[in-house]
């Protein structure tokens, strides 16, 4: 069952238009809404570059139902256990239509 699987709750950030003190407009991230998913890891690659540094790119698939976010678009992104994770791109699932599968970059700073 899928209530069961989301176990995980996520903060949503939206990308919003704002006017600035001088009229100029912006666009800011603003919290948007919590909602419930199953976070599972897909992959994570490490590269080597100058100066003996390493970089791991760590990548996750979220799945929400399909209505928790009805506008979804992927200048969003999640907030979970304080870590941001950026969305990469997002698909049905065809087999279980009431869900979306949304694989993300967690950002590493």
Same mark, same amino acid.
């Given at each position: 069952m899928l209530a069961e699987k989301l176990d995980?709750?996520?903060?949503?950030?939206?990308k919003q238009k704002v006017i600035n003190d001088i009229g100029q407009t912006e666009y800011k991230y603003n919290f948007y809404k919590k909602i419930w998913a $199953?976070?599972?890891p897909t992959s994570?690659?490490?590269?080597?570059?100058?100066?003996?540094? =390493? #970089?791991? +790119?760590?990548?996750? @698939?979220?799945i929400?139902?399909?209505?928790?976010?009805?506008?979804l678009t992927r200048d969003m992104y999640f907030i979970y256990? $304080?870590?941001?994770?950026?969305?990469?791109?997002f698909v049905p699932n065809f087999k279980?239509? =009431? #869900?979306? +599968?949304?694989?993300? @970059?967690?950002?590493?700073?």
């Open positions: 995980k709750k996520v903060e949503v950030y939206k $199953n976070i599972m994570t690659k490490v590269a080597n570059y100058i100066a003996e540094t =390493d #970089r791991a +790119e760590h990548t996750f @698939k979220f929400f139902r399909e209505n928790s976010i009805k506008d256990k $304080n870590q941001r994770y950026n969305i990469d791109y279980n239509k =009431d #869900r979306i +599968e949304i694989v993300c @970059k967690l950002v590493v700073e």
